[in-house]
Nanobody, 124 residues
């Protein structure tokens, strides 16, 4: 049974930073491509960032490029999303997801496993 558990969300002022973590258990973490998605109230879930098995490739949605960084520590079975210069429009529930094939995937359908989400609220 594969489990993903996010942590690190919270309330932060605009311009501040947060680091989200996603702990993965149940299978060799290094064999997953990892992604982060978010969903704001009344909106569809959207892609934020993704990385391949060994972090050889990373990809981001345009609105977070230069502010967010996705990374992973395969020894700790954990993926991260460092979020800097946060804006009110970044407010959402953030989800991590794991794909069993290797790629920088922007579509949710590629991901087989999902976490429960963590709330990020940015006050302006």
């Amino acid at each position: 049974q594969v489990q993903l558990v996010e942590s690190g969300g919270g309330l932060v002022q605009a311009g501040g930073s947060l680091r989200l973590s996603c702990a993965v258990s149940g299978r060799t973490f290094s064999s997953y491509a990892m992604g982060w998605f978010r969903q704001a109230p009344g909106k569809e879930r959207e892609f934020v960032a993704a990385t391949t098995w060994m972090s050889i490739s990373t990809c981001y949605r345009d609105s977070v490029k230069g502010r967010f960084t996705i990374s992973r520590d395969n020894a700790k079975n954990t993926a991260y999303l460092q979020m800097n210069s946060l804006k009110a429009e970044d407010t959402a529930v953030y989800y991590c997801a794991a794909a069993t094939s290797n790629g920088c995937y922007r579509e949710p359908a590629w991901y087989r496993y999902w976490g429960q989400g963590t709330q990020v609220t940015v006050s302006s």
